[in-house]
């Protein structure tokens, strides 16, 4: 009887599925489409399905044209013209030409603009438009391969009124690019419709996509088990087992420049003193930290183990107390009573994790166990992003911090560890490591910056001014029914016209 | 005589005034309620924009490089300006009916208009809510007071369950259960599945069963109607019309009418708080999750605007309830 009345409510709402086009998650809904406003990674995958920059990563994550068809570097490396494709048109019909480009670039420059993306244009003096299909970029310094930090995607010009543009211009929910799927519309419950860009260049596999947005993150593998979602962009580590046993989903690997880190405040006692920090570095086991939570590389560095800067030669920090302890009695710190304290005030540390990272609450409570057992008083507070950012970029307002930095091809750390670094809130300072940074930043030969950073790894290690922790290891889960997936560990669906549904 | 003691002030006998201070009393009373309201709606939105002020972080600190745009996004957003000033400059604005513009969820896009879709979803969450709460409640109170204390008591530990709790359960099991039908092809797919990802009724409904019932709202609505219907059925007039031979039930409903109107009022603040979470859970694009969003991005011309209407709703349902009770119930009117 039960099961009859069941199956005749259900059979009310039964209607036939129907599922063309791909859905993938998102826990938030881009704000803005706009590629000069970007500030999550939800929105820079949305800009990846329909912006092109000017060079894009091959599938081998090397540089290679996109909306550039050639370019010529000059003999002294601080000029480039580059010729740009001449069968590209913007999604309402309009040709793209040169002066997109450099349009792109000043508006990027535009104080008034306040774009996000500013930096990766910093090293650009100027942008000329020389003819209709040909640009010279003069820049600031030598540019040993500018073309790696030309990957920006281009807007296009007449669809503003000039470089000075805002956050809340109608082209943010408008937007039109040239890459390879339109923006269709933003519907009412917070998803966003996409379809295939009818002009592109190359066939596009997919023809319709939507990204839904699942808010609550506990929800999304199972959505994708119920095949109302197609594709997962990353999984949590809890639903691997879950997702991994299931016919119908498919997990696929990939290397993200992601490293979690326990970062030290050096800006006030005792985390000043590099004994303490390298004391505290001992008394955390990493990988009892990193086994409720996932896979991954332990790491010694500000690099991930396949980069070509990690040095190989450094060592992660090995968990031992008999070592924490000599470092701890040459800061002048005494165990009494099973607790470390100096001067009778007990050793108290606050960590502050951010909220928004996965997993950071089983990581954060295990670590304070850990240091609490080695006679620490520990206090954890979880962060929301604007709270973090006050508290912890621009108050500085904490002990230990622990949180992840993701990073784009470049990997440039220079932001986190250079004693100048808009990124650096941890306070570290060593000017060894700032000549390092400088000169790999201004390095025109590629083996000079892989030297400089390697030795940047080595210094850093040394210093503890954060304990370094983990890559993890990073699947997203789509159905089988889509094919010849190839993801980007950074923008995720670069590779995406390749895609196709069964 | 039996039964519980009349509640204080409303069985007692009506003083008679004479027509001209009943006039100013009722003129006073109706005053106070207003200007309470005045001071409510103020009061909340005052609250709200020195609590987001004071929390740590604000709308720049979320870009990337929030530092370097610090001067001319503050400059911008009116950022830049002391809390007094920010407090004043929202008052203005509300005064002349704007509410802004979204700095964060929605950038530029019109905070009126945001609270008006996101507040009407909400209205037909929250109205049919209330109502069902409110029915339940008279339902239960006539069955316990006949004596059914086994249905009250499932009620009971049923609406113990908090809100968050209840949806989550529900939402997966149902899930899972119309699953297993679809894999033994016993049902085709339905359009509302799964939970919640999609817009349905089934999904609406969901959140107003929820609403209505979770968190210990129904028990404490029962508990509040049975209160009533016990004190109006012990009360003189419904002995009278018993003696008369007239039927009791026209009687206890038109006398229950202004408790139940207190009742609803105090419940749909509270439903308005549940709100949040029943919308947050079930991806329903609500007022409640707009202002989740709102107060994690500091977007706070969005949480301003929401809690302005918020406390709008609140109060206003205050008023009118208190009103409704003074139309009414002449006692009331003679005492202010």
Same mark, same amino acid.
């Given at each position: ?42 929105? =820079? ?54 002066? /997109? ?21 910093? %090293? ?5 438009? &020389? ?18 930090? *030309? *990957? ?78 197609? =594709? ?27 490293? #979690? ?21 001992? &008394? ?12 991954? /590389? ?29 470092? %701890? ?58 709270? #973090?950012?006050?508290?912890? #970029? ?17 990997? /440039? ?56 922790? #983990? ?5 997203? =889960? ?14 995720? %669906? ?9 | ?41 103020? +009061? ?42 920010? @407090? ?11 509410? +802004? ?34 029915? @339940? ?10 004596? +059914? ?106 006398? @229950? ?74 006692? @009331?009117?003679?005492?202010?």
């Amino acid at each position: 009887m039960t099961r009859s009345w069941m199956l005749l409510t259900l059979a009310l709402f039964a209607l036939p599925a129907t599922a063309a086009n791909l859905r993938y998650a998102e826990d938030q809904a881009p704000a803005i489409v706009n590629p000069l406003f970007g500030s999550t990674m939800a929105e =820079a995958r949305v800009n990846e399905l329909l912006f092109d920059g000017l060079y894009t990563d091959n599938q081998d994550l090397a540089t290679t044209p996109a909306l550039a068809a050639s370019g010529e570097l000059s003999p002294d490396k601080t000029e480039m013209t580059i010729t740009l494709r001449d069968d590209v048109t913007w999604q309402d019909g309009k040709p793209f030409v040169a002066n /997109d480009v450099v349009f792109t670039i000043q508006a990027m420059q535009d104080k008034t603009t306040l774009s996000t993306e500013a930096g990766r244009a910093a %090293f650009i003096k100027t942008a000329t438009a &020389l003819d209709e299909h040909t640009v010279k970029l003069k820049f600031a310094r030598p540019e040993s391969r500018p073309e790696d930090k *030309l *990957l920006f995607k281009i807007l296009p010009a007449h669809a503003f009124a000039g470089t000075s543009v805002k956050r809340t211009d109608g082209f943010r929910n408008k937007p039109v690019g040239t890459g390879p799927w339109e923006l269709v519309k933003y519907n009412e419950d917070n998803s966003v419709s996409f379809t295939t860009n009818g002009s592109y260049r190359t066939p596009v596999g997919l023809s319709e996509m939507t990204m839904r947005e699942v808010s609550d993150k506990n929800y999304q593998a199972k959505l994708l088990l119920y095949e109302s979602l197609e =594709a997962l962009v990353r999984v949590l580590p809890r639903d691997l087992a879950m997702l991994q046993n299931n016919r119908k989903v498919e997990l696929y690997p990939y290397q993200t420049n992601s490293w #979690w880190y326990v970062g030290f405040n050096a800006t006030h006692a005792p985390y000043d003193d590099v004994n303490v920090r390298k004391a505290m570095s001992a &008394l955390v086991d990493v990988p009892s930290l990193l086994a409720p939570v996932g896979t991954g /590389d332990l790491l010694s560095g500000p690099f991930v183990k396949s980069s070509p800067y990690y040095n190989h030669d450094v060592n992660p920090v090995a968990n031992d107390e008999n070592a924490a302890e000599t470092l %701890f009695a040459a800061a002048g710190y005494t165990k009494v009573g099973g607790a470390w304290s100096k001067g009778g005030k007990p050793l108290t540390v606050r960590i502050a994790a951010h909220q928004s990272l996965e997993s950071a609450q089983e990581v954060a409570i295990n670590l304070q166990s850990q240091l609490q057992s080695a006679g620490l008083t520990v206090n954890v507070e979880f962060l929301d992003d604007a709270a #973090w950012k006050g508290r912890v #970029w621009r108050e500085h307002d904490f002990d230990l911090i622990l949180s992840q930095w993701t990073f784009d091809r470049n990997e /440039d750390v220079r932001e986190q560890f250079h004693s100048q670094g808009a990124r650096n809130f941890t306070g570290y300072k060593n000017p060894e490591v700032d000549a390092l940074l400088d000169k790999a930043r201004d390095a025109a030969d590629p083996f000079v910056r892989k030297t400089a950073l390697r030795e940047v790894h080595k210094r850093v290690h040394d210093d503890a001014p954060m304990v370094f922790l #983990w890559t993890l290891d990073s699947y997203a =889960a789509m159905s089988v029914k889509v094919k010849n997936v190839v993801i980007h560990p950074f923008y995720f %669906f670069t590779f995406a016209t390749g895609w196709q549904m069964k | 005589m039996t039964g519980p003691a009349p509640a204080p002030g409303l069985d007692e006998p009506e003083v008679v005034l004479p027509v001209s201070r009943r006039g100013a009393r009722l003129l006073g009373a109706v005053a106070m309620r207003v200007a309470a309201f005045v001071a409510t709606v103020l +009061g909340a939105v005052l609250l709200v924009e020195v609590l987001l002020t004071l929390a740590p972080g604000d709308a720049i600190d979320l870009l990337p490089n929030g530092d370097e745009l610090r001067v001319g996004l503050a400059a911008e957003w009116g950022l830049d300006k002391p809390l007094p000033e920010r @407090l004043v400059a929202t008052l203005g604005r509300m005064a002349r009916g704007d509410l +802004g513009t979204s700095l964060t969820w929605r950038p530029g896009a019109s905070v009126a208009e945001l609270v008006a879709d996101t507040g009407a979803r909400s209205l037909l969450l929250l109205a049919p809510a209330l109502l069902l709460g409110v029915a @339940l409640a008279v339902a239960l109170g006539a069955w316990s007071a006949r004596g +059914g204390t086994r249905l009250l008591r499932l009620v009971q530990a049923v609406s113990v369950v908090p809100a968050f709790l209840a949806a989550y359960v529900l939402v997966m099991g149902i899930n899972a259960a119309t699953w297993a039908l679809i894999e033994r092809g016993a049902i085709a797919r339905p359009d509302w599945f799964a939970l919640p990802d999609t817009p349905s009724a089934v999904r609406t409904a969901l959140a107003i069963g929820v609403l209505a019932v979770a968190s210990g709202g129904l028990t404490e609505m029962h508990a509040a109607c049975d209160a009533e219907l016990r004190r109006l059925r012990a009360a003189p007039f419904v002995d009278a019309a018993r003696a008369r031979g007239a039927p009791t039930w026209p009687v206890i409903l038109h006398n @229950l009418v202004p408790p139940l109107a207190d009742i609803a009022a105090s419940r749909a603040a509270w439903l308005l708080g549940s709100l949040v979470v029943v919308e947050k859970l079930l991806l329903y694009s609500g007022a409640g999750a707009a202002l989740w969003q709102a107060c994690r991005l500091r977007d706070y011309p969005v949480a301003i605007g929401i809690t302005l209407v918020a406390a709008i709703v609140v109060a206003g349902t205050r008023l009118v309830a208190d009103l409704v009770r003074l139309a009414v119930d002449p006692r @009331l009117r003679s005492a202010g």
